[in-house]
């Protein structure tokens, strides 16, 4: 095998790889639903454990990864910003990315939708649109985020039809 | 070549090809719209023959996949339950895929949006969000599903603004 | 290395440019939003330079990947189409592709969502899905779309809830 041929492998592998991360952010979010908090199963996983996150676009954590994840969730004495909704999905276009070595920058569209809690109001579903950009390592355990920067191109609730 | 070379390779045809039937199913859905019926066109190359889905979390089919198809379709005697939508699409994310040997997992997020056929009331954006859990088998034509759990986070009618 | 592993590495690496030519296209969109109309930055990396379009089916152009662009995006003395928002976003799904030598076709769903400018009306939520049909070629600088027909499944603006 050439040497080429082993470079082809490597950045295949790589590539599936820093797809799988990116994927595993929203599994967190998404398998655990409602009262669930444990998104720690997966982001764990999914960020290097020095990793810093900017979601100031959305009025959220400039910090850490599990402060984002407290942000989110909340923890035994205050809720989550998640706790505004029910339910939710993060879906995620095709990723764009650019390996260099042992580090990658990634840009991934998402749209992620949110139900809103039963309360006086009517629900709404809460769609945002925006782009994760984010600054990959390769690590002993495979490619990590070490950075997250989420962009935000508009997020509006949008109203429930009244069945009739 | 080495053994694990070898494997690499495997691997990363075996993710590209289950990457592909899970794309395939919402292919079979979303180039039959309408009064065009026919998604076994590409669900017989889908799932495998003996394949068993649990549509139940929507109200719908516990059994084959054909018998899930026929739900949605309808056949000659009976309209299917995607009648009463003109449209729809069925987005897919990224998969999230395990693979041991000749078996596999995957969980998939969707987006599923519907536009209600035109009758005596407005029309609406149906629009689900959930996750399709799959287990997946290698076969002799490549990989299939062998079984298809529905999980829906949220389904809510989206209201069509009036245009003045 | 067999000439069969040699094939299959082409076929992975071809697989995965060609993905990120379709992302690209996406990458294009997004990355330039409102007053930002430079979106040849990313297509003229996405379509051969003989492209053809057909947006005939969303009432745009039927002709070359810059008259589109034109169209989508004006110029110095016409504003574009996409004048009426003032963000949105071009997800796409897990595309269906299909390479024969130096040919290759694809097809992709996606969902592309708009908040029209604030004017007189209320906003809304312009949201509309369809795929994408492309033709490819494999060029010296790597696969690009030489021609792509848009298909659409529906469209309709999308009321925002008033919150009180």
Do not use: C
Request: aromatic share 10%; proline share 3%.
């Amino acid at each position: 095998m050439t040497h080429s041929q082993h470079q082809d492998i490597r950045f295949l592998l790589d590539r599936i790889d820093i797809q799988d991360v990116i994927a595993r952010y929203s599994l967190g979010q998404d398998s655990h639903q409602g009262e669930d908090g444990n998104i720690l199963e997966q982001w764990d996983k999914t960020f290097s454990l020095d990793a810093q996150v900017d979601y100031s676009a959305a009025g959220g954590t400039v910090g850490s990864y599990r402060e984002l994840a407290r942000w989110m969730r909340g923890d035994a004495n205050t809720p989550g910003s998640m706790g505004a909704f029910s339910h939710w999905q993060h879906m995620l276009g095709l990723p764009n990315v650019s390996i260099t070595g042992d580090t990658a920058s990634a840009r991934t569209d998402f749209y992620a939708t949110h139900r809103s809690r039963n309360g006086d109001a009517p629900p709404v579903h809460f769609n945002a649109a925006g782009a994760f950009v984010d600054e990959l390592i390769r690590t002993g355990d495979g490619w990590r985020i070490r950075h997250r920067r989420l962009v935000l191109y508009f997020a509006d609730p949008l109203q429930i039809a009244v069945q009739v």
